[in-house]
């Protein structure tokens, strides 16, 4: 989330994509494009691209497409004009589990926070052009075991990988140097005009610290907000469950391509019988 601009569930959630698509998309498939607000392709079995242009109605110019070459990797090509006030226009990304308006079946999501779950992904990518935007995963939190598609989340997670041309996040400076993973974070914290709380964790030294990639555990970014609550009004509770994340950029203005070239994302769950107690999905 950029600034104070919220991606929100009216304008970010006209999603076209039938999940019978999934079926159909596999590692011979033929690469599948889409330039539609809204439009969907599938990535692999239980994920898809969504072409989520949310906020194009305040940039009516800009354009964007999304692109799947194969399960692991798509990319994302967009022309947004600059237009004031500055707000993020677009976030393009996969998909795994929840997300406005879809909850995708077979994907190892919800788990709830306190199985300490590993959520484990890896990310590399590059971007051409000068745009100002973000690299970040988008996580979402409900209070319920089995939202629905319009359940309204407790909580997001949003982990910057990297930032071009001088966005800055949601929210306000809490911590800084905090060492997650291999890398340092710094978490910024704020709430948005729809009631909950997002929790940012923003890559080190922008924009020299940039990464280009990396392979993180999301459940170890969980943890800490669960352990670490800095007198926040709202903490992340434990009781609460990851039903959704997602990877992908925003973009405030400017052209460009942002290009995955390797991206994976598993819920890796422990079986009752390799842990001698219920499993990840009985919680």
Known sequence: MLNSVKKNDSGRSQLLIALALMALL??????????????????????????????????????????????????TTYNWPRVDPLACRCYPSSVLGWQFNTVTPGTGLPVRLSSNTPVISTTAFNITGSAMQDITYDCWFHSVGNPTSTTKPSDEMMIWEAAYNGPGPLGSLIKRGIAIDGHTWNLYEGWNSFGWEVHSFVIDNIPS????????????????????????????????????????????????????????CTVERRSASANGSKSASED
Request: charged share 10%; aromatic share 12%; proline share 3%.
């Open 26 to 75: 596999d590692s011979s498939s033929m690469a599948q494009t889409c330039s539609t607000n809204g439009g969907g392709v599938a990535l692999g079995m239980n994920q898809y691209v969504l072409n989520n242009m949310w906020n194009a109605k305040s940039d009516p110019a800009g354009t964007e497409s999304i692109d799947v070459r194969s399960p692991v990797s798509w990319s």
């Open 209 to 264: 610290g940039n990464l280009s990639g990396a392979t993180l555990n999301l459940t170890d970014f969980t943890n800490y907000l669960v352990a670490n609550r800095y007198g926040s009004s709202k903490p992340l509770l434990g009781s609460a469950y990851f039903t959704g994340a997602e990877f992908g950029t925003e973009v405030v203005f400017g052209s460009g391509t942002f290009n995955v070239t390797n991206y994976t």
